[in-house]
């Protein structure tokens, strides 16, 4: 399972414990609430669109995808994260 961000969710540590899948749970991941928000701004920004998912879109790496880096991930392990979630996108289209 592939959430829209391209992240791989069988890969998460955190499905199943505190996540079933972004698309089960409609985007209300439990880390939202360390920034203020209901819904992951991605998934938000996919819905609002229309899109399948980030790889629909020509923005990608959007501003979002810059500014939602992990706490514990050093720039470099944050910038990795974003090519690989490009090479899952482009993937799937």
């Known amino acids: 399972m592939v959430c829209v961000c391209g992240i791989n969710c069988d890969e998460c540590p955190h499905l199943n414990n505190e996540c079933i899948g972004c698309d089960a749970i409609e985007g209300k ?3 939202t609430q360390y920034i203020g928000a209901d819904v ?3 998934y938000s920004c996919v819905k609002e669109k229309g899109y399948r998912n980030c790889g629909d ?3 990608i790496p959007c501003e979002l995808w810059v500014s939602l880096k992990d706490p514990s991930f050093s720039e470099e392990e944050h910038q990795k994260s ?3 979630r490009l ?3 482009k993937r799937l289209r």
Do not use: A, G, H, K
């Open 29 to 31: 991941v439990f880390w």
């Open 40 to 42: 992951c701004p991605v």
């Open 57 to 59: 879109c020509s923005q």
């Open 82 to 84: 974003i090519q690989d």
């Open 87 to 89: 090479s899952v996108l």
